[in-house]
């Protein structure tokens, strides 16, 4: 009876997971770019990250520079740094947090 539950709960991660990383190939790409380059920058010290192409091209600090960094900081529980590096992380991450867990119930809802 265990070997059952352990399929069953196997087929359910490939019926609704996949599917729904298929259906949004692009953001999951980005988003495990992301990853893997936040984990080399965080453990290797190797900074693969895209730079802001904004900065890049006028000098001029957008709104979103520093949320990378923002980001660092609150994986290391260092909240005044991410605060400095840019408050609006305390904005986006928890907006872009709701909108991922929204959109995940919705596609489980719709795909039962």
Same mark, same amino acid.
């Given at each position: 009876m265990l070997k059952e539950d352990h399929s069953k709960g196997k087929s359910l991660f490939i019926r609704?997971? !996949?599917?729904?990383i298929k259906r949004n190939i692009v953001i999951a790409g980005i988003a495990?770019?992301?990853?893997i380059a936040l984990m080399l920058y965080i453990f290797?010290?190797?900074d693969i990250l895209i730079p802001?192409?904004?900065?890049?091209?006028?000098?001029?600090r957008c709104p979103g520079c520093g949320l990378t960094r923002a980001f660092i900081h !609150? !994986?290391? !529980?260092d909240f005044s740094a991410a605060w400095d590096s840019n408050p609006l992380i305390f904005i986006v991450l928890?907006?872009?947090s709701f909108y991922i867990i929204k959109d995940f119930v919705q596609f489980v809802k719709k795909n039962k």
């Open positions: 609704i997971f !996949l599917p729904y495990g770019y992301y990853f290797a010290e190797v802001c192409i904004w900065y890049t091209l006028f000098d001029v !609150l !994986l290391s !529980l928890p907006g872009m």
